[in-house]
C-alpha cells in the first residue's frame, strides 16, 4: 500500500481507458511516433529517452524535464513506454478543461517541491519565450517576463517556502489574462512543425520610413495579443498608422487606416510610460453610439501584461464620434465601459483621454491614473488570410440566392424568378 509505484493492474486499467479516448488512426500514429523516438533513443527501442523527448518537442531544459516527469510518472526513472505516452495524450489532450489545467498546473512546478511559486513560473516563462522567440528574442526577453509575472496572483500559503504560491484558482485567472501562455502551455505534446498553437507570432510590416526604435509593438507584445485571436489572423500585421510619422491627429488617424477593411489593433504608450490598447474587430466609422461585436478586448502590454476580453455584461465595446456637439457623444474613438466614462478613450486632438475600470470587458483602469496624455499612438492592420479574404470579398450568386427574404418577398408579388 505505501508503495509508491502504481500496481501494475492499476496501471493496466489507465491505458485501457486512455486508449478509449483515442480513434483507431490516432493511435495507429501514436505507435508509429513512438516507435521511431524509441528507435532513437535505446538499441531494444522499448523506450524514449528524455534527450529525445526535449529534442523531437522543442522543450529544453527545466520545463522539458518537468514534462517529461509527468508523463513517466509514478516511476520517474527516466524512460517514457508507449502506455505513458497514450494515458498522457489521453488527458493533456482528450481530457475535460479542468483535467488539463489540473495538468498545465502541475507541469509549472518546475523545480517539483509540490508547489507553484515565482521562481517556477519564472522558469516556465522563460522556457516558454526561449522556445518561441529563441535566443534573439532575449534583447526584451526579462522585462516581458516581469511583465506576465505582475499579472499573476499568488495567494496559497505555502509551508516552508519564501511567500505565497500559486493556487489552482490562481493559475486559472492567470491564463484568462495571458491565453497566449494557456495556449502553448496546453499544446507541448504537438510537434513544434505541426503549427503548434500558441507559438504563432504575426510578422509586423512596417514602412522604410519608420524606424524600429520607434515601434511599441514588439513581437512579444503581439504574440500575446495574439492568443486571443484565431490562427488565420496572425500572419502579418500592417502598420496603418504611426503618431509620430503620421502626427497626433485624428483625421491623419482615420485617412491613415481607411484603406484597411479589417480588424485593427490600436496601441498607445502615455506620458507615465504605460503601454496598452485594444483590439477593434470593426472598422473605426463615424457613430452617434457604441457599437461593435463581442471579438473586441481590451489588453495591457507594460510594465504589467494582461487581456480582457468583453464579459457579456454590455454591448458598449467599440466607439468612434466626430464633429458631434452635444456633451453626451464626445469626439473620440475608445472601448467598453459608458460615454465619458469608457475603458479606453482618445480624445478627438488625440492629446488627452481616459481609461477607467469597466464591466464591459471586466478590466481595470490601464494605467497608472485614470486620466491620460497620449505620447505614442500606433494603430495596426490585422491582414486576413487568402482563404479567410476570399470568404470576405464579393458575396456569390445573385442578390435573390443572397437575400433569401428578399426572395420569400418577390415570391410574394410573383417576381422572383424574373432574374433567371
Known amino acids: 500500500m505505501g508503495n509508491s509505484q502504481s500496481p501494475p493492474a492499476a496501471a493496466d486499467r489507465r491505458y485501457a481507458s486512455a486508449t478509449r479516448a483515442f480513434t483507431h488512426t490516432e493511435l495507429d500514429h501514436l505507435k508509429s511516433l513512438f516507435a ?28 522539458g524535464q518537468k514534462l517529461f516527469d509527468l508523463i513517466t510518472q509514478p516511476r520517474k526513472d527516466g524512460r517514457i513506454k508507449f502506455e505513458d505516452l497514450v494515458i498522457a495524450k489521453s488527458v493533456y489532450e482528450k481530457g475535460s ?3 488539463i489545467e489540473e495538468f498545465i498546473y502541475q507541469l509549472l512546478d518546475v523545480n517539483g517541491d509540490g508547489v507553484v511559486d515565482r521562481s517556477d513560473l519564472e522558469s516556465a516563462l522563460v522556457a516558454v519565450l526561449l522556445s518561441i522567440f529563441g535566443t534573439e528574442g532575449s534583447e526584451h526577453g526579462q522585462e516581458t517576463v516581469n511583465a506576465f509575472l505582475d499579472a499573476a496572483t499568488f495567494s496559497k500559503e505555502a509551508n516552508g517556502a519564501s511567500g505565497k504560491a500559486m493556487s ?83 483625421n491623419t488617424f482615420v485617412s491613415s487606416i481607411s484603406n484597411g477593411e479589417g480588424p485593427t489593433v490600436l496601441v498607445m504608450k502615455d506620458k507615465e510610460g504605460y503601454i496598452y490598447g485594444g483590439y477593434a474587430s470593426q472598422p473605426w466609422e463615424r457613430h452617434g453610439d457604441f457599437y461593435g461585436d463581442m471579438k473586441s478586448f481590451l489588453f495591457q502590454l507594460h510594465p504589467k501584461a494582461s487581456l ?18 452635444s456633451e453626451s457623444i464626445p469626439n473620440g474613438i475608445g472601448f467598453g465601459g459608458k460615454v465619458n466614462h469608457l475603458g479606453l ?3 478627438a486632438n488625440f492629446d488627452s483621454g481616459h481609461t477607467f475600470s469597466c464591466t464591459t470587458f471586466g478590466s481595470p483602469c490601464l494605467s497608472k491614473t485614470s486620466r491620460i496624455v ?20 464579393g458575396p456569390r450568386g445573385t442578390v435573390l440566392e443572397r437575400f433569401k427574404e428578399d426572395r420569400h418577398m418577390l415570391n410574394m408579388v410573383g417576381i422572383a424568378n424574373s432574374s433567371n
Open 308 to 325: 480582457f476580453k468583453p464579459t457579456g455584461a454590455n454591448t458598449n465595446v467599440q466607439w468612434c464620434a466626430v464633429n458631434f456637439s
Open 168 to 250: 489552482l484558482a490562481d493559475f486559472r485567472s492567470w491564463s484568462a489574462l495571458i491565453p497566449s501562455i494557456r495556449k502553448f502551455l496546453g499544446s507541448l505534446l504537438i510537434p513544434p512543425d505541426a503549427g503548434r498553437p500558441g507559438s504563432q507570432v504575426p510578422e509586423l510590416i512596417f514602412g522604410e520610413e519608420v524606424n524600429s526604435n520607434m515601434i511599441l509593438l514588439r513581437k512579444e507584445y503581439a504574440w500575446h495579443i495574439g492568443g486571443a485571436l484565431p490562427q488565420h489572423e496572425l500572419e502579418e500585421w500592417r502598420l496603418l498608422y504611426h503618431s509620430t510619422v503620421n502626427g497626433l491627429s485624428y
Open 36 to 63: 521511431s523516438l524509441a528507435a532513437k533513443s535505446s538499441n531494444n527501442g522499448d523506450h524514449i529517452s528524455p534527450s529525445v523527448f526535449q529534442e523531437y518537442f522543442g522543450l529544453k531544459g527545466a520545463l
Open 345 to 347: 478613450f482618445l480624445s
Open 374 to 393: 497620449p505620447e505614442v499612438v500606433e494603430c495596426w492592420g490585422v491582414v486576413q488570410s487568402k482563404g479567410e479574404q476570399e470568404k470576405k470579398d
Open 97 to 99: 478543461k479542468d483535467e
